[in-house]
């Protein structure tokens, strides 16, 4: 579920080598959101997010900052280019540096965008990996419920490897 804003803008901007301005807080601030994995979502402006480059004594540093992450942080920025959403997805001390396609983020940050209107329902078509040259693009479909918000996520792959192990 959605937690309360745990992570200032500017400890944000610090990790992925931005500005604090860079961080867009009109509609909500840096917020840990988890569907079974943690994420801080924040958005970030548009021109901003391509020049996103992580600083892992910055994670290490923020995460330390933030009891509530219990030294894990797998930072979520999103922009809105409509009629999409593209974003990137930093977890550098978790071992991933950058990666193209992050199910679980895009599966919370759903809800959080839903309950920010009064809609009944939305979805939102995510890009994610542009950066990286491995495009991939999630359907992530939020709605109310009498127990609260309910998110699903759907997309295609496109194989990059293919092997075979000799025993």
Known sequence: GCGASMTAPEAVAACVGLGASDVVVTRHAPQAASVGISFVLAEVAGAALARAVPNIAEFRRVAAEYPALAGRLSLYLYARAEPRIRARMFAPLAGTWEDPATGSAATA???????????????????QGIEMKRPSLLHVEARRTPDGIRASVGGNCVPVLRGEAMV
């Open 109 to 127: 940050l759903a809800p959080l965008l839903l309950s920010l209107t009064r809609d009944q329902s939305a979805r939102y078509e995510i890009e």
